[in-house]
């Protein structure tokens, strides 16, 4: 079945580069996300990558993905405290199809 | 970007009783829209996706008699949580696709109902 592993906390200096990454199962995932989640808020969709991809860039973050592995990171360059939140990785099947979230990981950001 | 809204964002019931709660796309239309229920310590699990006109498909393990889905629209999917028990309060997030777009790359998130039943 779908499953999404990734590491629940992480902390990283102000000005550092962050690495979050996750892990899934289903080789047969299409679409893979990145969201961020601010504290008593619901999901925004950071950035997200085809399967067919291996690496794409959006401002301060890269997504890289090695699908023989099944490994997926999100790099956030020059962390700031506003990136403070949950990450979560998650999956799909299909462009219609339900996602499957991982457990999020807590960026923690150190003055 | 589009905007799913979620009502009521907080909410304190009795033991017993049973709360709707609803999401709402409002700039688009989603002909599927998903439910989850976010535990403490952060997982995020999918309680079930709700087709508009149809039957919702319930994942593993979640009671459909207790948690109740309607999809009565394009724009609207209620989640009624029934005789609540403390055991249900968490918190309730729903997402939906835009239909037009249908592009599958982002499913747009409501900001959540923070269910507590006393």
């Known amino acids: 079945g779908e499953d999404v592993e990734q590491s629940l906390f992480l902390s990283v200096r102000e000005g550092d580069s962050s690495v979050i990454n996750c892990t899934y199962t289903d080789s047969s995932s299409t679409y893979l996300y990145w969201y961020k989640q601010e504290p008593g808020a619901g999901l925004q969709l950071l950035t997200y990558i085809f399967s067919n991809m291996d690496m794409k860039q959006d401002q301060r973050l890269t997504v890289l993905l090695n699908k023989k592995d099944k490994h997926l990171s999100l790099r956030i360059a020059d962390t700031q405290t506003g990136d403070s939140a949950i990450y979560f990785c998650?999956?799909?099947?299909?462009?219609?199809?339900?996602?499957?979230f991982g457990k999020g990981t807590r960026l923690h950001i150190l003055p | 970007g589009a905007v799913v809204s979620q009502h009521p964002s907080r909410v304190i019931c009795k033991s017993g009783t049973s709360v709707k709660i609803e999401c709402r796309s409002l700039?688009?239309?989603?002909?599927?829209m998903f439910w989850y229920r976010q535990f403490p310590k952060q997982s995020l699990m999918l309680m079930a996706t709700?087709?508009?006109?149809?039957?919702?498909?319930?994942e593993q393990g979640v009671e459909k008699d207790k948690f109740l889905i309607n999809h009565a629209s394009l724009t609207l999917s209620t989640l009624t949580v029934t005789s609540a028990h403390p055991e249900d309060s968490s918190f309730y997030i729903c997402?939906?696709?835009?239909?037009?777009?249908?592009?599958?790359?982002?499913?747009?998130f409501g900001q959540g109902t923070r269910l507590t039943v006393v």
């Open positions: 700039d688009f239309q989603a002909t599927t």
């Open positions: 998650a999956e799909s099947l299909n462009r219609d199809d339900k996602i499957i």
């Open positions: 709700s087709n508009e006109g149809s039957k919702a498909t319930y």
């Open positions: 997402s939906a696709r835009d239909r037009v777009t249908g592009f599958g790359t982002e499913a747009f």
